[in-house]
């Protein structure tokens, strides 16, 4: 069931913090991280494509592909299109970001994979794959019958909260951990640059709390079932 | 409404991950980190309280308030009765627990209040304590009218979920946040503190995902309509 609350309102709310995260991970990599580049002497620029992608690809363009299949007024079919292209790209963007890392761990001999971060993150894409793959094949191609679609469909939005969740939670872990890392290295706790990190989490985690809450409301219009199961 | 599985089955594997849980942070702080204690020349065994107190009281005993509610075969009124003391034990070991930082904090002349971590905390028990406040008002005494209940209930359970999610997940940062400085300070990456810490925040993610889940399933009895609002 819907909570009694209209979800449309909050998508606005949504799509401004998704605004301003973006804005301001592209100041902390740009402005004080000295820019992004996939081959780069400075294996830092390498890095920095990481938190960008993962937080515009899989944080916020999932969190869009979550919000339109709820907010968008159109008609189921169309808004299953437009939930699974966006999943993809968020997925794909994801992937490229998860990429990034490896190669300047690569590239710089740092470990792979001895953080809780990194372990949550491998374990969210994988969930996140998993989860687009069933949802494509039980409910846009081949397509299950109309009782597997309608039963299923409850556990797809409960698993996809599930993973999305996670996905925020480990987004907020990343910017701790890098921010600590430059804490230990030197810049300032009460800085500019530990400010706009930390925020940029905070706006992260707020978005995800929105995109939660716009999952949970009414729908504009009343012209399918889409979210009736929860 | 509730999904279409049993709450009672995945409350006991939250109960068993709840001791594993426990009995990890215990053999950190006790057996790697040397102890725990209020007052103490080695400021360490002050701070060695805080993840002890604040996973064993707010996460744990804090979900098992919450799955309480769901998951015992008692009446309405005394399942109240037991979720609001629990959850009032949860948020007395929870304010101690972030004293005991503090208090290492100012000890150790270390800053206080800089990290997303301290802020995201400080934030999740003020909110748990106003949803505290907001229950034991509205549903326990001096109680709202029937029909403020009933229109009150699904945002009671709507918040706490939301407020539950963000202390779990702040105890995942808080792990990765601690590790990280010892990392800095030379324990290793693979070592077993470090895969001991790190699962500890991996039973505490479960942990939480099976509390959450406990609340959207059935209740074994259908003695009331506790949870019929989500």
């Known amino acids: 069931m819907a909570m009694g609350f209209r979800a449309l309102p909050l998508t606005f709310l949504a799509h401004a913090l998704a605004i301003a995260g973006a804005v301001m991970v592209l100041v902390w990599v740009l ?3 000295g820019g992004m580049a996939w081959e780069a002497a400075n294996k830092n620029l390498i890095f920095n494509l990481h938190p960008f992608l993962m937080l515009v690809g899989l944080i916020i363009i999932g969190g869009e592909a979550i919000m339109s299949y709820k ?8 808004k299953k299109v437009v939930h699974l292209v966006l999943h993809a790209i968020a997925i794909i963007l994801g992937c490229v970001g998860i990429a990034a890392a490896f190669k ?5 001999n740092i470990a792979n994979l001895y ?16 989860q687009w793959i069933f949802g494509f094949l039980v409910f ?9 679609r309608s039963e299923s469909l409850p556990w797809h939005v409960l698993f996809g909260i599930f993973v999305y969740i996670l996905a925020v939670g480990n987004a907020a872990l990343g910017f701790l951990e890098k921010l600590t890392f430059l804490e230990s290295s030197g810049i300032a706790k009460y800085g500019p640059e ?14 995800g709390a929105f995109v939660i809450l716009s999952v949970l409301g009414q729908a504009p219009v009343e012209d399918d079932d889409s979210y009736s199961a929860i």
């Open 140 to 148: 846009f191609y081949p397509k299950g019958s109309p009782t597997l």
């Open 31 to 33: 402005y004080y991280r």
């Open 104 to 108: 300047n761990h690569n590239e710089s």
């Open 194 to 207: 530990a400010l706009l990190v930390n925020f940029t989490a905070v706006v992260t985690v707020f978005y």
């Open 115 to 130: 953080s809780l971060h990194s372990w949550l993150g491998i374990t969210i894409i994988s969930l996140y794959g998993i």
């Open 71 to 78: 907010s968008l007024p159109l008609k189921k079919e169309v």
